[in-house]
């Protein structure tokens, strides 16, 4: 079992709709990451949390510790969404980051 | 201010030979990481550095790889004796401090093996 695992692996939605995507992890975290990869780009930091909720634009993340679980939401989705998107956790005491395989969304107009 | 920056951004070699790559981070960065990512998968862990500190360099695969930092600032994977499998995309990643801190990446460099 993978220590970072993120659901679901594919997901196709058309525009406007609210995106749900989900990571679930099994060790001790100082940190979780979600990060955007768009098709033959570079990787872009979205958020680093540690508790609670964060939001930046049309986007919102949020972590539950005692549940070991964190989601990324995409309110009025947009084409240009379209990307995989990654979790990735900082151990308790390990500055590498334990990656999720990624979730591959595609938003159509 | 410049973000990560990494040149080639793409390299075709041959089988057996050696490659370069560079990689700058953001000024002011301590921690460096390089990553590997092949076709399809997710991120491999390579090698980091922080700082003065000896590196971590569990990740690399063989003895093929190695990475030095020069300065504590610009970074080379080098990579010899090249094989197919090491075609992939190389991703360098810096942020502030060791642990917890948002990394900030590079547009990676496509490495092809013929």
């Known amino acids: 079992k993978n220590e970072v695992e993120q659901s679901p692996q594919n997901l196709t939605a058309q525009e406007g709709e609210f995106i749900t995507i989900n990571c679930s992890y099994s060790?001790?975290?100082?940190?979780l990451h979600w990060l955007q990869q768009h098709p033959g780009g570079g990787i872009v930091s979205l958020f680093m949390?540690?508790?609670?909720?964060k939001k930046h634009g049309r986007l919102i993340a949020t972590i539950n510790i005692q549940e070991k679980h964190s989601s990324l939401h995409i309110t009025a989705s947009h084409p240009r969404d379209s990307a995989v998107y990654i979790c990735?956790?900082?151990?308790?005491?390990?500055?590498?980051?334990?990656w999720g395989a990624g979730t591959k969304l595609i938003i159509k107009p | 201010g410049a973000g990560v920056s990494q040149s080639p951004s793409n390299k075709v070699t041959e089988k057996g030979k050696d490659v370069e790559l560079r990689c700058d981070p953001i000024?002011?960065?301590?921690?460096l990481y390089w990553y590997r990512q092949s076709l399809g998968q997710g991120l491999e862990f390579l090698i980091y550095?922080?700082?003065?500190?000896?590196?971590?360099k569990s990740g690399l695969p063989s003895d093929r790889f190695s990475a030095e930092r020069t300065g504590g600032s610009v970074s080379t994977l080098t990579i010899q004796r090249t094989q197919q499998e090491d075609s992939a995309v190389y991703l360098c990643?810096?942020?502030?401090?060791?642990?917890?801190?948002?990394?900030?990446f590079g547009p990676g460099t496509r490495l092809t093996v013929l």
């Open positions: 990643a810096s942020s502030l401090g060791a642990a917890y801190n948002e990394q900030f």
């Open positions: 550095f922080q700082g003065n500190s000896a590196p971590d």
């Open positions: 060790v001790g975290i100082s940190a």
């Open positions: 000024s002011g960065h301590t921690a």
């Open positions: 949390l540690s508790s609670g909720k």
């Open positions: 990735a956790v900082s151990g308790d005491s390990n500055y590498q980051l334990i």
